[in-house]
DNA sequence: AATGAAATATACTCCCT
DNA sequence: AGGGAGTATATTTCATT
């Protein structure tokens, strides 16, 4: 699918505020309501649109930590581990990368001994890194437009 | 803030889908809508619901590649990292951590032409390290209710 | 804190361009 | 692909419990 202009401010909008209203994003493009639905609906039909997720604090949450864990599977692991990760709920993130680690993972925890847990969990399965989180520095950023 | 059952139910149905509407919600978790519109301005304002974003594939804007690149700064060199890497537009995330590296981001890229022009501009700042995401294997997972 | 009701705003459907 | 009209639904405000 190819993206216009109009359909690049519409995203930038809805990713910013996906709970704005098709008539608030049409007042700032200058479309009409149904025309801002009738796109909307088109990008998430074709894919364009994933869906729309709410940004929850962890920590009010009752998370305390959050940590970057990467796994570097034994042989004959990694599927056995990608069968399981779902039943983690903890892990919010999970992706199957290149180099020397297979999997990395964005995890939340309630306190280091539940941290110490997940990781004795995961011995099972391979070798692990663990970073814990210190700031953000950048969230969510928007995906920018296509550039030259 | 305490997170009471209802609470807890209205950001799991947030968390699936942020565009659903007050009435919707309500009519899942047994409140009127002005109770659900309440209760979601209330942790919006105390920090609980930190946004609202809308889930973009990145393919479909045009980038062919992603990657989780680590940063371990040189000497001196994180601070002006940190100023210059929201100029970085095609970071998404980008967080502080504990360990051997300091910094952990995920990028977006058009080809590998584009990555290879990035990792570039990043060699002044510190050794880098880059893998490739193959595939998401969890993407963006509810924060799990407080369990025992 | 929640409900119900009234006023306003938005969304949805259909037809026209 | 978008605008406009009409209807249905949702949101907002407020009084009440």
């Not at 088109?42 to 990467?70: C, F, H, P, S, W």
């Not at 069968?83 to 020397?100: A, H, M, P, Q, W």
Request: include cysteine; charged fraction near 25%; hydrophobic fraction near 40%.
């Amino acid at each position: 699918m190819r993206l216009d202009k109009l359909n690049w401010e519409i995203l930038d909008l809805l990713q910013k505020n996906a709970r704005a209203s098709n008539a608030e994003i049409g007042r700032k493009v200058g479309l009409s309501s149904p025309a801002v639905a009738e796109r909307i609906k088109k990008m998430e039909d074709l894919g364009v649109i994933n869906g729309y997720r709410t940004d929850v604090n962890y920590t009010a949450g009752g998370y305390q930590l959050r940590a970057i864990i990467t796994v570097r599977a034994f042989m004959g692991k990694l599927k056995p581990f990608l069968d399981k990760v779902s039943d983690f709920k903890e892990v919010l993130n999970c992706y199957r990368i290149t180099g020397n680690e297979n999997i990395i993972m964005e995890v939340v925890f309630h306190d280091q001994k539940h941290l110490e847990g997940f990781i004795d969990t995961l011995i099972t399965y391979g070798e692990t890194r663990t970073h814990i989180v210190l700031s953000d520095v950048i969230s969510n950023n928007p995906i920018p437009r296509k550039m030259a």
